[in-house]
Nanobody, 119 residues
Framework: QVQLVESGGGLVQPGDSLRLSCTAS????????VAWFRQAPGKEREFVAGITWTGIRTSGVDSVKGRFTISKDNAKSTVYLQMNSLKPEDTAVYYC????????????WGQGTQVTVSS
């Protein structure tokens, strides 16, 4: 069974940057697509960005376009979310999720990492 562990969250000021990491362990993760989601208090979870095993990226919410970039290092079984020019409205718990590439639903989830943007 694949397990996902997120790291890199924290408290930052508006305009700062953070890089989140999602590392997979367990069985081999080749052929899996991975995505970042986020959920703010009182709001629905939203899709931030995704990337396939071969590196094809999928954009999510418009509010992060041009500021957030998803990337991956297959050798390290790690997917990153580089977040620049952070805004208070980016405050949320960020989750990574994975799915076999032949499935449409993300079925494997990490525990989440808190990102707080505040002055």
């Amino acid at each position: 069974q694949v397990q996902l562990v997120e790291s890199g969250g924290g408290l930052v000021q508006p305009g700062d940057s953070l890089r989140l990491s999602c590392t997979a362990s367990g069985r081999a993760v080749s052929g899996f697509s991975v995505a970042w989601f986020r959920q703010a208090p009182g709001k629905e979870r939203e899709f931030v960005a995704g990337i396939t095993w071969t590196g094809i990226r999928t954009s999510g919410v418009d509010s992060v376009k041009g500021r957030f970039t998803i990337s991956k290092d297959n050798a390290k079984s790690t997917v990153y979310l580089q977040m620049n020019s952070l805004k208070p409205e980016d405050t949320a718990v960020y989750y990574c999720a994975a799915r076999p590439s032949y499935l449409a639903t993300y079925s494997i989830w990490g525990q989440g990492t808190q990102v707080t943007v505040s002055s």
